[in-house]
């Protein structure tokens, strides 16, 4: 897979806000699926929010109503804004981009690096 960058993470306070985002290459949105997954040491990777080619999104429950995920489309990017963030958002992110919307990062074609993000109590 090709690899993607993502920026944005660092340290926060609980109920704090971050905005990630990735820069995506320039592909036929009629095939885009685009996702943020998170994983914690010794977890598995999560897919938490998607956002699909016609513009539905869906997000893993525990992130609801706080997350959300958009493509700016001027610059090219997919970000996550992130609010009320807690303690147990913890985790590396990790952005993905493929032609359908799999659970699992390892079937997209471009997948980040992931970039920390980290929230204390």
């Known amino acids: 897979q090709a690899l993607l960058k993502e920026s944005g993470g660092g340290s926060v306070q609980s109920g704090g806000s971050l905005r990630l985002s990735c820069i995506i290459p320039?592909?036929?949105?009629?095939?885009?699926?685009m996702a943020w997954f998170r994983q914690t040491p010794g977890d598995e990777r999560l897919r938490i929010a998607r956002l699909n080619f016609d513009g539905t999104t869906l997000y893993t429950d525990s992130v609801k109503s706080r997350f959300i995920i958009s493509r700016d489309n001027a610059e090219n990017m997919l970000i996550l804004q992130m609010n009320s963030l807690k303690p147990e958002d913890t985790a590396m992110y990790y952005c993905?981009?493929?032609?359908?919307?799999?659970?699992?990062?390892?079937?997209?074609?471009?997948r980040g690096q992931g970039t920390q993000v980290t929230v204390s109590s």
């Open positions: 993905a981009v493929g032609d359908a919307c799999y659970s699992s990062d390892t079937f997209y074609k471009y």
């Open positions: 320039d592909y036929k949105t009629s095939t885009i699926c």
